[in-house]
């Protein structure tokens, strides 16, 4: 059983950062793929990045690499995710999701596959 908690959303204009966390309860943290997505109003929940176990692998929306850069300190058992140059296209609620698998393949892109969710924490960029 894993629990996450999300903080870090916020209200912020246009070009500016923030950066989320989440951090995990669980017995073991190893070896959990970790994988963001967010989700605007009347929109599906798309994916954002996922990072593997080691952290010395992540996967990145495409039209999102460049500005969003995810990484992990398992010593803390967090993640977090450093937005950057954000977009009032960012607006959205962002989820912390966790999957005792592989970052291999092409899995960790959907919503689906992922068993353990946090409540998500609201990013609100304005223009």
């Known amino acids: 059983q894993v629990q996450l908690l999300e903080s870090g959303g916020g209200l912020v204009q246009a070009g500016g950062s923030l950066r989320l966390s989440c951090a995990a309860a669980a017995r073991a943290f190893s070896p959990y793929t970790m994988g963001w997505f967010r989700q605007a109003p009347g929109k599906e929940r798309e994916f954002v990045a996922a990072?593997?176990?080691?952290?010395?692998?992540?996967e990145y929306a495409k039209s999102l690499q460049g500005r969003f850069t995810l990484s992990r300190d398992n010593a803390k058992i967090t993640v977090y995710l450093q937005m950057n140059s954000l977009k009032p296209e960012d607006t959205a609620a962002y989820y912390c999701?966790?999957?005792?698998?592989?970052?291999?393949?092409?899995?960790?892109?959907?919503?689906?596959?992922?068993?353990?969710w946090g409540q998500g924490t609201q990013v609100t960029v304005s223009s």
């Open positions: 999701a966790a999957e005792p698998q592989s970052l291999t393949g092409t899995w960790y892109s959907s919503a689906r596959n992922y068993r353990y």
């Open positions: 990072i593997s176990w080691s952290g010395d692998r992540t």
